[in-house]
């Protein structure tokens, strides 16, 4: 994320008024409080899964797309974390090493990075020419099969080495007379099977062989596109012996392989055919090859076959008694037929060790079946909506499927017919958001009428309510940590229960109104809400759901509502250009008033309650004293949030500051800064004693998104509008939930907007952590979590070295004690541990303790509490002890949940050395008495 580390002066103020104090006084802070600068992107929730391919890797590692990041989850430890790299536009496919190591991202601009997934960092980056249909890694790494239009490039893949040229063409493939939309390698990587739209398969050897006509294999019949195509091996040998193809239509084709019917001396024939199923091959044959050189460098020869099995060009030596697969024999054994009627094949996949394959339908069902029997095993409705992605991992054990239009991804198990993962996203934009007290869980509201609970250090979602019929507009988490308040377009504020899972509360009003704020004192007695029809703010007994006064006064929508935190005074912020506040408890309506210039938007108060900010219209952020009554400051910023030019504009980016203006405000924890947010792609932070920009976050570069750029491309602006705006896309092509979006929110009606719009980018609203060291965005793309720790510390044990003991041992003999300990926990055996702990010196646990990966964090705590009940040197442990809980504290308090078994287990081995010694002293406390007074000498 951009950081504008250098603060800017206000607009209204000389810069030549600024005195040296203040100056210094502003550096002062920033010194004493560093992390204030330090935030960066953590995580990213509630965004929805918008389509793509999704893949597995370690056999229980999930990466999906996420709109133009990547999204990795583990399926062991059911957490989620959104990797800081991004792309221009959004994801579309992805493909991952054999061994996980690598993967390769494609955006709808067909431009691709290269990212190292345990370093989680981008090593390459390319633009392909053409649009990416298909994209598959060989088995053994080495190569990278695109399938760009009816082309299909080998690539060779990148790897770990430094090259001027990272990406090497090998060879291109020009045969299909549609788009590419499936691939796969043999498991020697030699021969790529393609699927097209032209209603054929094609089986290509990757190799230049001398000698053997290097024409594609072809496979007929099928009467709509192949979606997918894939190899079966023999058991007993190894080899490839069968292929599946599989039609969008709902047909499978099995075929059989019976070996090499073109020996060497029949492939120089002059009237030797290539052999075909159904039809026989076209006779000419057009084949790109490269001469290892990068991008634009490729030296290209067209060899043109008519029949002959030779060329003009060198190239490889070759065994004659080698058999090809696209000069052998395929026998088309079985057709078989899914059977779901005017439903299409959308998604599919196969699992060689298993020999099944897994079939998606676009009515939302999918079919699990056994082949090449083609018995049927399972066969479930997911969704009514069709499915997008269906894969299986390493082991095969589980399914993952993905449904572009709801926004959802699972993992089931099929052998127990249970889910492994169950998430979805909000389907729409997410309109509020709040942090709980102990700042584990964050609340989500959004415009879909869902409130979802999401777990900070997880990232996941384990609560769903979908009680409200309307639009979710405010949330609040109470003082007891475990229920939350939520108000609604549907007339109701509901209080929920999230231990029991249930809504316990619903508190209405005579006349249905609709809620658009909602806040409660600090004890939890008192309920409000405020209106956006009647401008009327609504008071309830939280106990009895009776409504305890009516406060009027507004003559607008009351957009705003806060306690404050050490008094019983509410403040309320309306379009009425008033900020108003109201003794709820003494029943003495509004007690002061506060004139702006402009329509309120919104308010809060700082956490000490002696000061107000609110933002108008205008882009001005005021700042009240509420004691005095009076105007403190005040921050203009519509310069600071300026930026982004949307595609119906008319005017540039730097002159489109109308309009521009802050929605949402929120105060550090200390007071000290405070966020603002609003229609633009910028969270500004600024410091508010000074009133100084000190950093800027840009939200997203998706250029996916409406606002993003500066400045238009001129090439697509006509007389008729902007040629983004046409609709042109594809109806075969998947639909993502940002076009079913555009349509349920009556876009696509005839009058009412251009046909195709993209989505705004904005941030609705935002929340700060009670520990002040995270904090939470509801933005275009989904809630983005910034935070000061740092979440992810790369460890070089999980690189693939050789992690033995003897490896721990020569790091202890070398004084590397730090990873000597490292070593040990990932071999998990006691002693080796142990032994790390005792070579550490009292003098280096510190260090030691600081080092020492957040994972192994519960694996040194279990560690320590065996030696504490064992070990003599109690001294020595309850250092360590001492030293664990203070380099790691704010660790231990974002994932407490997990780490309390061993903490109870490290209090209660404390606690009973605690009570050994207590009892034993007190029994010889004379004898200790005395042994004192005893002089040294004797």
């Not at 190899?231 to 070996?259: C, E, H, M, P, Q």
């Not at 090499?260 to 075909?276: L, Q, T």
């Not at 933002?615 to 982004?644: K, P």
Request: charged letters at 25%.
């Amino acid at each position: 994320m951009v950081g504008v580390l250098c603060p800017r002066l206000k607009p209204s103020l000389n810069p030549n008024a600024v005195s040296f104090a203040a100056g210094f006084s502003f550096l002062s802070r920033l010194c004493s409080d560093p992390n204030a600068m330090n935030y960066r992107f953590q995580n990213l929730l509630g965004a929805p899964y918008r389509g793509g391919n999704a893949v597995v890797t370690q056999n229980s590692q999930l990466i999906s797309p996420v709109g133009n990041r990547v999204s990795v989850t583990d399926l062991n430890k059911h957490h989620t974390v959104t990797l800081r790299i991004n792309t221009s536009s959004n994801i579309c496919r992805l493909a991952a090493s054999p061994d996980g190591t690598f993967l390769i991202a494609v955006d709808e601009n067909n431009r691709c990075i290269f990212i190292n997934v345990p370093r989680r960092v981008v090593l390459h980056r390319m633009d392909f020419k053409g649009k990416v249909g298909a994209l598959k890694f060989s088995p053994n790494g080495k190569f990278i099969a695109v399938g760009i239009g009816k082309l299909v490039e080998i690539w060779q893949s990148p790897g770990f080495s430094r090259a001027v040229f990272a990406f090497q063409r090998v060879r291109t493939f020009a045969n299909s007379d549609d788009k590419v939309v499936s691939l796969e390698w043999s498991l020697d990587s030699d021969y790529l099977l393609v699927g097209s739209k032209d209603l054929a398969a094609r089986l290509f050897c990757v190799r230049k062989l001398k000698g053997v006509l290097n024409k594609p294999y072809l496979f007929l019949g099928h009467r709509d596109s192949v979606v997918g195509c894939f190899f079966g091996v023999d058991k007993l040998t190894n080899k490839v012996n069968r292929a599946f193809t599989i039609a969008r239509d709902g047909y499978i084709f099995s075929w059989g392989y019976s070996g090499n019917d073109v020996k060497m001396d029949e492939a120089e024939d002059d009237h030797s055919e290539p052999p075909s199923p159904d039809t026989p091959e076209k006779a000419d044959e057009v084949i790109v090859e490269n001469g290892g050189g990068g991008i634009g460098t490729d030296i290209k020869k067209r060899k043109v076959y008519d029949g002959r099995g030779r060329g003009s060009d060198d190239e490889e030596e070759e065994d004659d008694d080698e058999e090809y697969m696209h000069r052998g024999k395929w026998v088309l054994l079985r057709k078989d037929g899914f059977n779901q009627g005017s439903a299409k094949v959308t998604a599919c996949d196969y699992h060689q060790g298993l020999d099944m394959v897994v079939v998606g339908f676009s009515n939302g069902v999918f079919g699990l079946y056994q082949m090449p029997d083609f018995i049927c095993i399972h066969l479930l409705s997911i969704s009514r909506e069709k499915l997008t992605t269906a894969v299986f991992n390493g082991s095969g054990n589980w399914l993952t499927f993905g449904c572009a239009k709801l926004g959802q991804l699972l993992v089931w198990e099929w052998r127990s017919e249970s889910y492994i993962l169950k998430q979805q996203g909000h389907y729409f934009d997410v309109n509020c958001i709040t942090y709980s007290p102990d700042s584990q869980f964050l609340a989500t509201g959004a415009d879909d009428n869902k409130v979802k609970v999401w777990n900070v250090a997880s990232g996941s979602c384990f609560i769903t309510f979908t009680e409200h019929t309307n639009a979710v507009t405010a949330l609040h988490f109470m003082a007891d940590n475990h229920s939350l308040l939520s108000a609604s377009l549907d007339g109701t504020v509901r209080a929920w229960d999230f231990r029991r899972y249930k809504n316990y509360k619903t508190y209405t009003t005579p006349t249905p109104r609709q809620f658009v704020s909602l806040t409660a004192d600090m004890s939890g007695d008192v309920v409000c809400a405020g209106t956006l029809d009647s401008f009327e703010i609504f008071v309830w007994s939280k106990k009895t759901g009776q409504i305890k006064d009516i406060l009027n006064g507004h003559e607008a929508p009351v957009h705003g509502l806060m306690f404050s935190p050490l008094t019983q005074i509410l403040a309320s912020s309306s379009w009425d250009n008033t900020v108003r506040l109201w003794d709820v408890f003494a029943s003495k309506g509004t007690v002061e008033t506060f004139q702006h210039n402009h329509d309120v938007l919104t308010v809060t108060f700082r956490p000490d309650g002696k000061q107000l900010a609110s933002s108008t219209l205008d882009g001005q952020i005021h700042f009240w004293d509420t004691i005095d009554g009076v105007l403190m400051y005040t921050i203009e910023g519509r310069r600071d949030i300026a930026g982004g030019r949307n595609m119906t504009d008319r005017r540039t980016a730097a002159n489109s500051t109308s309009g521009k203006c802050f929605t949402t405000l929120c105060y550090s924890a200390d007071g000290g800064y405070i966020l603002a947010a609003g229609t633009s792609r910028y969270i500004c932070m600024y410091d508010v004693s000074d009133q100084v920009l000190l950093r800027r976050f840009e939200i997203s570069h998706n250029r996916s998104l409406d606002g993003v750029l500066d400045f238009l491309n001129s090439k697509k602006m006509t007389e008729a509008g902007p040629m983004d705006l046409i609709d042109d896309d594809n109806s075969d092509e998947e639909d993502g939930i940002d076009k079913q979006s555009r349509g349920n929110l009556g876009y696509d009606l005839p009058g009412s907007r251009p046909n195709r719009g993209r989505p705004i980018i904005r941030t609705k609203s935002l929340s700060i952590a009670p520990t002040g060291r995270s904090f939470a965005a509801a933005t275009t793309e989904g809630v983005l979590i910034y935070s000061i720790d740092e979440s992810f510390i790369f460890d070089p044990t999980d690189l693939d070295i050789d992690v033995t003991p003897e490896a721990v041992e020569d790091a202890i003999k070398e004084e590397k004690v730090s990873r000597a300990l490292a070593l040990s926990m990932r071999l998990n055996e006691d002693s080796l541990i142990k032994k790390c702990i005792f070579a550490v010196s009292p003098a280096d646990i510190k260090a030691v303790t600081i080092s020492v990966p957040q994972k192994y964090l519960e694996r040194l705590m279990e560690a320590l509490v065996d030696l504490i009940e064992n070990c003599p040197h109690l001294e020595f442990l309850l250092h360590w002890c001492q030293e664990v809980c203070k380099a790691h504290a704010s660790s231990i308090q974002r994932n407490y949940r997990s780490l309390l078994p061993a903490l109870r287990s490290l209090q209660k081995g404390i606690t009973r050395a605690h009570q050994d010694l207590t009892d034993m002293c007190s029994s010889n406390e004379y004898t200790l008495r005395y042994l004192c007074s005893v002089p040294n000498n004797h």
